[in-house]
């Protein structure tokens, strides 16, 4: 009935509803401080996504895009080798730039490399997905360890070192599901 982003601002409102009339914890005398300490917890998001969605432009005009889809077919036939690239890049790139500017450019690159090594196209975007999860709770613009370090007042750097553990388990399921596309693929195939 709605896209994602609209049922993120249906939920606002709703939560806000239950908040004011069913729980009052909220009075409408409050609500513009809640208004602010929201804004305060987001403008810093605001500042990554920018700077995410500049580098991601500055990129595409250099043409790295296609430089990037020209080296990876070059270096080597063999998928599996092709594979670890493809995801190498991907973590990378979901370290330094927002999901969406992510999937605007890495998609049109890494979906014709995939598909010619024999990646299913569904597959390909689960795993796009999970690197760019992993993306975003890494250092340096890992946009979730923001968000956390802006609510706990807890400072970046030691969040950062707090994830190493469910980094690695991560990596480890990102392997998984990059390896055994069963996995990925059991529930569209059941639907195919």
């Known amino acids: 009935m709605c896209s994602p982003t609209e049922s993120a601002v249906i939920s606002v409102f709703y939560g806000l509803f239950v908040c004011i009339c069913i729980y009052k914890s909220i009075s409408l005398r409050n609500l513009g401080n809640v208004f602010m300490s929201g804004a305060k917890t987001y403008v810093n998001i605001l500042f990554v996504i920018a700077a995410a969605t500049s580098f991601a432009r500055c990129l595409t005009m250099l043409r790295y895009p296609q430089s990037i ?18 995801n190498l890049i991907m973590l990378v790139c979901g370290m330094i730039i ?13 979906v014709p490399i995939a598909t010619a090594v024999g990646v299913d196209p569904i597959h390909f ?15 340096p613009m890992g946009i979730n360890l923001f968000v956390a370090s802006g609510m706990t007042k807890i400072p970046m750097l030691k969040l950062a070192k707090a994830t190493v553990p469910f980094l690695i388990a991560f990596i480890i399921s990102l392997l998984v599901i990059v390896f055994v596309p069963q996995i990925s693929m059991f529930l569209p195939g059941l639907a195919g």
Request: proline share 7%; aromatic share 2%.
């Open 69 to 86: 889809s020209q080296y990876v077919l070059a270096v080597s036939d063999n998928k599996i080798v092709i594979l670890l690239i493809m």
């Open 98 to 110: 927002d999901n969406i500017p992510n999937i605007m450019i890495l998609t049109p690159i890494l």
């Open 125 to 139: 975007g689960i795993i796009m997905t999970c690197n760019l999860a992993v993306g975003m709770v890494t250092p």
